[in-house]
């Protein structure tokens, strides 16, 4: 089965900061690839996806990129904000693990104001 | 926060007891899931299922049982059986298998005493 490792753990970043979480999958055939964003004594929801025909997608001041040839993929959260203080976690679906979503171990990120 | 809820919030049990652990959706989602979260290990599937009456283990089945007799239900059982089940539990839907969003709910803290 799927199998995806998240780095790093954890995470400290200054307010204003960049902050890059990568992972690596290892089913060649996984074609979607969500991120989700967990606050404390939250449910985890959804902040960004992206599906294996694409490189690069942005949504503010988020971004994920995938590497397909090297089965990796990773978050990039520009001009942090102390509310973006989370655990996030990356996932992977598709090939045999069609149908569900094998997640990552989760970043802690704080950032410092 | 609508859609997917999730009872009881927090839930006590003596060791050899079984204990049910609800989920209910509104979404009209097929997909329906089960995860175990611990500290450092990220969201890990319990049981998964696509289609009313019909379910999968997922990668910690040992322990667990579900059913889904009615689309907008998922009640997972804790059986004794399990080892080590203080844990926080989170039921997830999506409206198809794997590839779309999974909408979380509030999740259970099941604490053995």
């Known amino acids: 089965g799927e199998n995806v490792e998240q780095h790093p753990s954890t995470l400290s970043v200054q307010e204003g900061d960049s902050a890059v979480i990568k992972c690596t999958y290892s089913d060649s055939a996984s074609n979607y690839f969500p991120w989700y964003k967990q606050e404390l004594g939250k449910r985890p929801q959804l902040i960004i996806d992206?599906?294996?025909?694409?490189g690069e997608k942005k949504d503010q001041r988020i971004a994920v990129t995938l590497n397909k040839t090297a089965k990796h993929f990773s978050l990039h959260i520009t001009e942090t904000q102390p509310e973006d203080s989370a655990v996030y976690f990356c996932a992977a679906s598709g090939g045999t693990s069609y149908g569900k979503l094998t997640f990552g171990q989760g970043t802690i990120l704080t950032v410092h104001p | 926060d609508g859609g997917i809820t999730q009872s009881p919030k927090y839930l006590f049990r003596k060791e050899g007891q079984n204990v049910t652990l609800s989920c209910e959706q509104n979404l009209n989602h097929d997909a329906m899931y089960w995860y175990r979260q611990d500290p450092g290990q990220g969201l890990r599937l319990i049981y998964y299922?696509?289609?009313?009456?019909?379910?999968q283990k997922g990668d910690i089945a040992e322990g667990y049982s579900v059913s889904r007799e009615k689309k907008e239900s998922f009640p997972l059982t804790v059986t004794s059986a399990q080892k080590n089940p203080t844990a926080f539990y989170l039921c997830?839907?999506?409206?198809?298998?794997?590839?779309?969003?999974?909408?979380f709910g509030p999740g259970t803290r099941l604490t053995v005493l």
């Open positions: 997830a839907s999506s409206s198809t298998g794997g590839r779309n969003e999974q909408f």
């Open positions: 299922s696509q289609i009313v009456n019909d379910f």
């Open positions: 992206i599906r294996s025909n694409v």
